[in-house]
């Protein structure tokens, strides 16, 4: 059973930047990939990012491509989301989530899931 949680939302002004982490516990660490994904009012769940077990294979979504960086620290069993040039689309609970499958994109393919952090991104 791994536990994760979120933490680093909060509410900022488009073009600014910030950094999301999810603290994982429970589990080999380094046998998940994570991933982030987000959901805003209304919207279905998409999916950010995600990083392999070993930290070498990474993924985008075309939304963030180009903004967001995703890393892991397997030996603080964190993963970092930096998120830079903040756009009001941006704006969204923010979840990672843990898959034993290698870089997924689907969010049926993670097993366990934060309970997510609050994006707010204005003009």
């Known amino acids: 059973q791994v536990q994760l949680v979120e933490s680093g939302g909060r509410s900022v002004q488009a073009g600014g930047s910030l950094r999301l982490s999810c603290a994982a516990s429970?589990?080999?660490?380094?046998?998940?990939?994570v991933g982030w994904f987000r959901q805003a009012p209304g919207k279905e769940r998409e999916f950010v990012a995600v990083?392999?077990?070993?930290?070498?294979?990474?993924f985008y979504g075309d939304s963030v491509k180009g903004r967001f960086t995703i890393s892991r620290d397997n030996a603080e069993s964190t993963v970092a989301l930096q998120m830079n040039s903040l756009k009001p689309e941006d704006t969204a609970v923010y979840y990672c989530?843990?898959?034993?499958?290698?870089?997924?994109?689907?969010?049926?393919?993670?097993?366990?899931w934060g309970q997510g952090t609050q994006v707010i991104v204005s003009l």
């Open positions: 989530a843990a898959s034993r499958r290698i870089i997924p994109t689907q969010a049926v393919a993670y097993d366990y």
């Open positions: 429970g589990g080999t660490f380094s046998s998940y990939a």
């Open positions: 990083i392999s077990g070993s930290g070498v294979g990474k």
